[in-house]
């Protein structure tokens, strides 16, 4: 393993006090839960936007701390679940008389963190509503997840509660606009190579040279099939046509119809997985553009870089969401964080 890692165990502190170190004044960090916070949250006008989930996965999520954004992020270990102490802790530190909306990426350890805190914290009389991000189309069930998995798609739910939180809204009305967001977004994935989690020392799984692997998960979980090598095109077409072609069945929340018909205007995003170079992300979105127009659909906006990671993957995935005017204002509101995504 070749990495820049002092002691494994301490990966992740390091990283989360740095984050710090970098915007003084902006950015605070709680070593006792893994907390990155708004350094000044919690305010009493709006409503606490809390995200949890694992490490690894940088930008996503103590990255995108700020105002119009998240309020606080309290990542567990690389690829863990945050523990449910952690996120208790933060939620009290983060309480507002608006109340908390937790938002957590469909993964079983992350929902029963969230789901027993939400507990503890009912009990306390702290007001805390959680929403669950299942954007995901590659698989129904794989490794760490209850139904479909969270991705890149969470970029849009947070974008937009976090937009309307400063704007005033209620945690009702944040709950239904997430909701909504997650109903009109979907993703997938691929991978090309897997990655190395500091802890584990080795890669968490292997590609030959000329394998792939469809519908890959964050952590590495398997996807749809692993596959011969195929042109950058033939990935982008195989990608596109899944997201188009999915529908979502109402155990999923869905109401088992195309999320997505010829008309309709989209943000498109190409995320890359943590070691996929910028130049071969254009490559990738300019295919993707150009299906979408071909099917119809026009792109109203582009993301292009790294959302959602996993380490240093050789991989990408494709989110296309839904847009009308709401979201288009949300989406363009101002957003203060460490890293200029949106």
């Known amino acids: 393993m070749k990495k820049f890692v002092n002691d ?23 070593p006792e839960f893994n907390l990155i916070m708004r350094a000044d949250a919690p305010k009493s006008d709006k409503v606490s936007i809390v995200q949890g989930s694992g490490s690894g996965h940088e930008p996503a999520h103590v990255m995108i701390v700020g105002r119009g ?26 309480n507002s008389p608006k109340g908390i909306l937790h938002i957590v990426n469909n993964y079983s350890g992350d929902r029963m963190a969230f789901e027993m805190a939400t507990e503890m914290l009912d ?21 760490w997840t209850v139904g479909r998995r969270g991705v ?35 993703s997938m994935g691929m991978a ?47 990608v596109v046509d899944a997201i188009m072609t999915d529908r979502k069945p109402a155990a999923d ?11 309709d205007e989209v943000a498109l995003m190409v995320n890359g997985l943590g070691g996929t170079p910028i130049s071969e992300l254009y490559v ?8 979408l127009e071909k099917r119809g659909l026009k792109v109203w906006r582009s993301y292009v870089g790294e959302y959602c990671t996993s380490l240093e993957m050789n991989g990408m995935s494709v989110t296309l969401c839904k847009v009308d005017d709401e979201l288009k204002r949300l989406f363009t509101a101002p957003a203060e964080i460490p890293i200029r995504v949106f």
């Open 192 to 238: 090309l190579s897997g990655c190395t989690p500091p802890a584990k020392g080795t890669p968490i799984f292997t590609l030959a040279d000329d394998e792939m692997e469809m519908g890959v998960g964050i952590h590495g979980e398997p996807g749809r099939a692993r596959k011969k090598m195929v042109s950058a095109n033939e990935i982008v077409d195989e």
């Open 284 to 291: 990738l979105y300019g295919r993707a553009h150009e299906q």
């Open 123 to 143: 009990a306390e009389g702290v007001t805390v509503k959680t929403l669950f991000v299942n954007d995901d189309v590659a698989v129904q069930n794989s490794t």
């Open 253 to 263: 929340g869905g109401n088992d119809a195309p999320a997505f018909a010829s008309g």
């Open 8 to 30: 494994p165990k301490q990966f992740v502190p390091e990283m989360l006090k740095g984050i710090a170190l970098a915007n003084p004044g902006t950015i605070k960090y709680v």
């Open 69 to 94: 954004m998240l309020d606080g992020a309290c990542p567990g270990d690389v690829f863990a679940a945050p523990p449910m102490d952690y996120v208790v802790g933060a939620s009290k530190l983060l």
């Open 152 to 186: 890149a798609g969470n970029f849009f739910v947070i974008k937009a509660v976090g937009a309307a939180s400063e704007a005033g809204a209620s945690l009702d009305e944040l709950m239904a606009l997430g909701q909504r967001v997650n109903d009109v977004t979907r």
